[in-house]
């Protein structure tokens, strides 16, 4: 009965392979570009398995899991699609997993080694990596991928080194073709196995040397990898070892280039001028935000930024030109940016509230119950362009920006002492620079 119940199933598999291929595809290609834009070094794979590994495999767990329909091997069999994240340096494995369950819906997790689970006879504990069965979310998605939110995909995360030490054992120690391990064979993967978890503490204290060099140097940074290992230095500094949510680098790069920034004494200098970064906001966000509200002038360049980074990302596409898309993210930035320095301004006010921040004005500045709803509103939409991998929809930004105009017409005309003076030096500051 077993026996035609697999054979059963892999058939029907075979038939929806090229599924299970697309699927697999569309994660990692999602993964590497979060990755990628947060300046984490990674090689990033994928496969749907063959129909043939898939038969064998379960005829080798049949001898245990007596399957009895397909439903059974379903549930069982949880990498019919699959990706591999090798990471440079195996520190960043908690980064990944953050961008994982921010990005992703995860069914489950399992971490390696799992605990009291040491295979006797070995010097060593074997595998380090984490696994994640996970499915695409729907949102930022076209309608004709959301098909595919319905397959399952495993995500193994660990280092180059784990990676390939794990594949050499799963081919020998499950797959024998010629027989069982010898115990000088088995020893010889302990061996092996210790030699890349020495690996492993090396790639760690290379990325910390690369760190502190990085923390040090004159010269500009060669790359938004280096950027983001010095903001993570800089973060972990700062919180006593705590975990921050650094960004996307991708973007901030670019824009400290165009402003003549790309250079750790000047990031630091950007860093030490500004009050300490504990709320939410990615930290690459809150540089933007430095950057901008200082030189509105840079909101043209930054917009080309957005639209060309976000246009090149293979998820993601557009009916609309660099120029249009960039025309719409800019109108909607300086709106912000007016929003954000008449903040500035009124805080340096005697009679303004002291320490007021964004998500308050509405009620310290007495505007109406819309006002509060629409600051909540752009201002992550603001977060979504500094820091979110997809761009939002054209017209989202166009009302997001009307909205946003509604607000700034309600403040230029507040009679709360100071609000509308400094909000008129802002937008003539503004419009100044963006002659």
Request: hydrophobic share 40%.
């Amino acid at each position: 009965m077993s026996t035609h119940v697999i054979d059963s199933f892999v058939a029907a598999y075979a038939r929806e392979y090229d599924f299970y291929q697309m699927a697999a595809r569309i994660c990692s290609q999602k993964i590497e570009s979060l990755l990628q834009a947060r300046g984490i070094r990674a090689i990033v794979t994928y496969r749907a398995k063959r129909p043939s590994k898939l038969k064998l495999k379960l005829i080798q767990r049949n001898s245990q899991r007596k399957y009895k329909g397909s439903d059974e091997i379903r549930g069982d069999i949880a990498d019919l699609a699959g990706a591999r994240v090798a990471l440079y340096f195996p520190a960043d494995r908690e980064r990944v997993k953050a961008i994982i369950h921010e990005n992703f819906f995860v069914e489950q997790e399992k971490n390696f080694p799992e605990s009291g689970k040491k295979k006797s006879g070995k010097r060593f504990d074997g595998y380090h990596a984490d696994h994640y069965r996970i499915t695409l979310l729907e949102k930022g998605m076209d309608e004709g991928d959301k098909m595919y939110c319905s397959a399952r995909v495993e995500v193994q995360v660990g280092s180059v080194l784990m990676h390939a030490w794990a594949e050499v054992e799963h081919d020998l120690l499950y797959k024998p073709e010629s027989g069982n391990l010898s115990g000088d064979e088995n020893a010889i993967l302990d061996e092996l196995n210790g030699l890349v978890l020495s690996g492993e503490i090396a790639l760690e204290r290379l990325q910390r040397a690369l760190e502190r060099r990085l923390s040090d140097a004159e010269a500009p940074f060669d790359s938004h990898y280096e950027l983001a290992a010095f903001l993570d230095r800089w973060a972990r500094q700062l919180t006593a070892g705590m975990s921050m949510e650094i960004g996307r680098v991708d973007v901030l790069y670019e824009l400290l280039k165009a402003a003549g920034k790309a250079s750790p004494k000047s990031v630091g200098e950007i860093l030490n001028g500004v009050e300490v970064f504990f709320h939410d906001d990615a930290i690459s966000d809150q540089i933007i935000d430095v950057i901008l509200s200082k030189d509105p002038g840079m909101y043209k360049e930054y917009s080309y930024i957005q639209s060309r980074i976000r246009h090149s990302d293979s998820i993601v596409g557009s009916k609309f030109s660099d120029g249009e898309m960039s025309d719409v993210i800019g109108r909607f930035l300086s709106k912000w940016i007016v929003l954000e320095r008449t903040l500035t301004l009124w805080r340096r006010d005697e009679r303004a509230p002291s320490g007021v921040r964004i998500e308050k004005i509405a009620v310290e500045a007495s505007l109406s119950p819309d006002a509060a709803s629409i600051l909540k509103w752009t201002r992550s939409v603001r977060n979504q362009l500094v820091h979110g991998i997809e761009i939002p929809a054209r017209q989202y930004l166009i009302d997001a920006a009307d909205a946003l105009t509604s607000v700034l017409n309600e403040i230029s005309f507040s009679t709360v002492p100071g609000l509308s003076e400094a909000y008129k030096e802002a937008s003539s500051f503004v419009s100044e620079k963006r002659r």
